[in-house]
C-alpha cells in the first residue's frame, strides 16, 4: 500500500468503461468530495486509463464514509461502479465467489432446464429465489424435481453449448492468485460445473451441490446436505480458519440471497449485477463493468494485473 494512502482512513475507487474521459470522472469525484465535505484527501490516482477501462481512485478522511458511498453512487449512477473501503488492508488473501450469473453469465440449472422445454417455468422459480422470495434449498428440490429422467449426456451439452466464463473471470482469479490469495468458487449450482468452471477459471478449489443420476438420467434428486446460504457462510468460516485470517482478509462475492451470509461476513463484499436484496447488504457492487473491477477495488493498477485473454 502506498504511504501516502496509509495517512488516510479510506479510499474512494471509481470505475467506468472504456472511453469515459478520464477528466469527467475525475470532476465528477471532486464534486461529490466538496458537497460531501470532504477536506482531507491525497491526489488522484490513476489505476486504468488505456481504454477499456477508466479506473481512478482518491484516498480520503471522511466524517461519514457511508454518506460518501451513497453520494458517489447516485452521481455515477448507470455510468460507473464505486467502493469506498478502508485504506488498510485493502488486497485480500481470501477470495470466495459464487459461480452462476457471477463467474458466468448463466445460470446452470435453467440453462439444463431448457433441454427439457421447462426454462421459463424454472427461471421464474431461480428469479424469486435468488431474489430472496423463495426459501433455496425448497426451490433448488423442486427445480431439479422437474429434471427428472433428463439424459446425463445433456450436463455436457450443456456445458460446452451454453456455459461461458464471465469477462475479466480469468484475470481477476489470475491476479489474485499471483497476490498470494487463495480463490475458492461456491455455488448452490452442481458439482458437475463447478469442476469444470473452477478449472477454466484457476480457482483453487471448489463446492456445490450433487446431481443424483441412475447412471443413464437424472433422478430429479440432490445428494444431501444441500449447499445453501449457511453452507456459504461455512466454507468462508473454513477456509479462513485454515489460512488464519480475519474476516478483514477476505472477499466474498455473489448475485443472490443465497449469497448474502458470506458477502456480510466478509472484509470486502461485492455485489456483482446482484438482486437489490444483495447490492443494499453489499459494500461495494459492479453493474456497470465487469470482475476486473473486483481489482481495481483492491488498489490494483492495469500494470499489476495479470491479463487474460
Known amino acids: ?3 501516502k494512502t496509509a495517512d488516510y482512513s479510506h479510499v474512494a475507487t471509481v470505475v467506468a468503461p472504456g472511453g469515459d474521459s478520464l477528466q469527467l470522472v475525475g470532476d465528477t469525484l471532486e464534486t461529490v468530495l466538496q458537497e460531501t465535505g470532504v477536506s482531507e484527501k491525497a491526489p488522484v490516482r490513476m489505476l486504468s486509463g488505456d481504454g477499456h477501462f477508466t479506473a481512478i481512485e482518491q484516498a480520503i478522511s471522511p ?3 457511508q454518506a460518501v458511498r451513497k453520494a458517489l453512487e447516485t452521481a ?3 455510468k460507473a461502479d464505486i467502493c469506498v473501503s478502508p485504506s488498510r488492508g485493502r488486497r485480500k488473501k481470501l477470495m470466495i465467489c459464487d459461480m452462476d450469473s ?3 453469465e448463466q445460470e446452470c440449472l435453467d440453462e439444463l432446464a431448457d433441454f427439457a422445454g421447462l426454462k421459463a417455468e424454472i427461471s421464474a422459480i431461480t428469479e424469486r429465489a435468488m431474489a430472496g422470495e423463495l426459501n433455496f434449498e425448497e426451490a433448488l428440490t423442486e427445480r431439479v424435481g422437474m429434471l427428472n429422467g433428463l439424459a446425463l449426456d445433456t450436463l455436457e451439452t450443456c456445458y460446452r453449448e451454453r456455459i461461458t466464463l464471465m469477462p475479466g473471470a480469468e484475470t481477476l482469479v489470475a491476479t489474485m492468485k499471483a497476490g498470494g490469495a487463495r480463490c475458492v468458487l461456491v455455488s448452490g449450482g452442481f458439482t458437475y460445473f463447478t469442476s469444470r468452471i473452477a478449472e477454466a477459471a ?3 478449489t471448489h463446492q456445490g451441490n450433487t446431481l443424483l443420476d441412475d447412471g443413464k438420467t437424472l433422478t430429479g434428486k440432490v445428494g444431501m446436505p444441500i449447499l445453501g446460504r449457511e ?5 468462508l468460516e473454513t477456509e479462513m480458519k485454515g489460512l488464519s ?6 472477499l466474498a462475492m455473489g448475485d443472490g440471497a443465497n449469497d448474502l451470509a458470506m ?5 470486502l463484499g461485492v455485489a456483482y449485477r446482484a438482486k437489490p436484496v444483495v447490492a443494499a447488504a453489499a459494500d461495494c457492487g459492479i453493474s456497470v463493468t465487469d470482475l476486473t473491477t473486483v481489482l481495481y477495488f483492491q488498489g490494483f493498477s492495469d500494470s499489476e494485473i495479470v491479463w487474460k485473454h
Open 102 to 104: 457471477t463467474i458466468i
Open 76 to 78: 455515477f449512477a448507470g
Open 231 to 235: 453452507a456459504k457462510l461455512a466454507a
Open 263 to 267: 458477502i456480510e461476513a466478509s472484509g
Open 202 to 204: 484457476g480457482f483453487d
Open 1 to 3: 500500500m502506498d504511504e
Open 63 to 65: 466524517a461519514d464514509a
Open 245 to 250: 485470517l480475519s474476516p478483514a482478509d477476505t
